[in-house]
């Protein structure tokens, strides 16, 4: 049952792009700073998507947010997250 929820809080979720590549950085261990470095955006940018990630996930940190998508990587269309950014 405790899957099955979590598969409809993802389903729900509809991450943007950007979201999506900031979780794959997430994935990867980055810190907010390497993300923004990255990313070429503000840390306080990175801040603001992680709070949005973790309130359209039900996640009470980054690391239980990437372990939700890892086990169920399905967005509201359908597709597969793809947390394998090579850069």
């Given at each position: 049952e405790e899957e099955s929820k979590t598969r409809e809080q993802i389903e729900k979720a509809a991450l943007s792009a950007r979201q999506k590549?900031?979780?794959s950085w997430m994935q990867k261990g980055k810190t907010n700073w390497e993300i923004a470095q990255i990313m070429e955006?503000?840390?306080?940018n990175v801040k603001y998507h992680t709070k949005?990630?973790?309130n359209k996930l039900n996640a009470n940190?980054?690391?239980q947010a990437v372990s939700k998508v890892?086990?169920?990587p399905l967005l509201?269309?359908?597709n597969k997250i793809d947390l394998?950014?090579?850069?």
């Amino acid at each position: 049952e405790e899957e099955s929820k979590t598969r409809e809080q993802i389903e729900k979720a509809a991450l943007s792009a950007r979201q999506k590549d900031i979780l794959s950085w997430m994935q990867k261990g980055k810190t907010n700073w390497e993300i923004a470095q990255i990313m070429e955006m503000t840390v306080s940018n990175v801040k603001y998507h992680t709070k949005t990630i973790l309130n359209k996930l039900n996640a009470n940190n980054r690391t239980q947010a990437v372990s939700k998508v890892m086990r169920s990587p399905l967005l509201d269309d359908g597709n597969k997250i793809d947390l394998n950014i090579d850069r």
